[in-house]
């Protein structure tokens, strides 16, 4: 007599074999699929990346402002440990406080990355730069073992807002990315008609690069092309327009041909020993020490490249115009 139990027993078995082969066809042993990604078209190229990246890296400091812009808190960025601020507050909003931040690198360099540390943040996405250096374009396939990761073109300091427009476009936020751009352009316009006529008023910036060497930044400076939108004149040794020329490079003999009406004096970071003011010497001859028109800013700010520095040169030179920043004579 066949037993009425039998087709029952061999169907079940047949029901166990299929799932045991079903959970060995997937993509990997536990059957997760590859996250979802998307294409987009930065800086030239076409690029494969995250649909929807959670633990972004920023490798570039006006990146940490472009993301920071568009509502991001990177999991990791660049900057310098050994400043209370990691020199970071110039490319962050107010409510983020740059020691919230993982710092992977000693120095705001974009070659000085610690790749073991930036991997033990687990990123999903890093967002790089490919600039003139082209240092971060050789640590490509490194920095790809890592995570998924693309680097943005930079051919120089008024690519601020191109920047910020690619890095939207990496996180599907391109919306938010020129409504940023637009706000900002307002805030321009607004700044050019409170100053009125700017047009005879001739500006001179000079960075204090060391004590041998004071920089005339011109027109493709990233402070230069602010002065630029408020219509201001320039001395004529600093109206270069070639974009990877934002400075020039003179002596203090020269210093006379950097004069104006206004003059704004920024030192660079590695010149502690830069003069606070600006009377006596070389400066002494100058129109504008004798008219007590010379200001000194903050050039972690004037020379930020990003929508946070932009915002504090215009509010730095209202300040001056209208006489509320006191000059450095």
Do not use: K
């Amino acid at each position: 007599m066949r037993s009425a139990l039998r087709p029952v027993t061999w169907l079940s078995a047949l029901t166990v074999l299929m799932l045991a082969l079903s959970g060995c066809a997937g993509p990997d042993e536990t059957g997760a699929a590859d996250p979802p990604t998307r294409t987009v078209r930065v800086s030239g190229a076409t690029v494969e990346v995250p649909a929807a990246p959670e633990r972004i890296a920023v490798l570039w400091r006006p990146g940490l402002a472009a993301v920071t812009e568009l509502g991001i808190v990177p999991v990791a960025t660049l900057g310098d440990p050994a400043r209370g601020d990691y020199g970071l507050a110039p490319y962050l909003p107010e409510d983020i406080p740059a020691e919230s931040l993982t710092v992977v690198s000693s120095t705001p360099q974009e070659h000085d990355i610690n790749l073991e540390r930036l991997a033990g943040t687990r990123p999903d996405l890093i967002i790089g730069v490919n600039s003139t250096a082209a240092t971060q374009a050789r640590l490509r396939d490194r920095l790809a073992e890592i995570a998924p990761t693309v680097l943005l073109n930079w051919p120089g300091p008024t690519a601020w807002r191109q920047y910020l427009r690619d890095v939207g476009a990496v996180l599907g936020r391109e919306q938010e990315a020129e409504r940023a751009l637009d706000d900002y352009a307002e805030r321009v316009a607004a700044t050019r008609d409170r100053l009125g006529d700017t047009a005879g008023v001739e500006v001179s910036l000079l960075r204090l690069q060391s004590d041998s060497e004071v920089r005339f930044e011109t027109t493709t400076s990233f402070p230069g092309q602010i002065l630029d939108e408020l219509g201001f004149a320039r001395p004529e040794s600093q109206r270069g327009t070639e974009p990877d020329e934002p400075f020039v490079s003179e002596s203090y003999e020269r210093l006379a041909e950097g004069d104006g009406d206004v003059i704004f004096v920024f030192a660079n970071q590695g010149y502690t020993e830069a003069p606070r003011t600006f009377g006596g010497g070389v400066w002494a001859n100058l129109s504008a020490v004798r008219e007590r028109r010379v200001y000194s800013v903050d050039y972690d700010y004037w020379g930020a490249s990003s929508l946070f520095g932009a915002e504090r040169v215009l509010a730095d030179v209202v300040a001056a115009m209208e006489g509320e920043l006191p000059p450095a004579v």
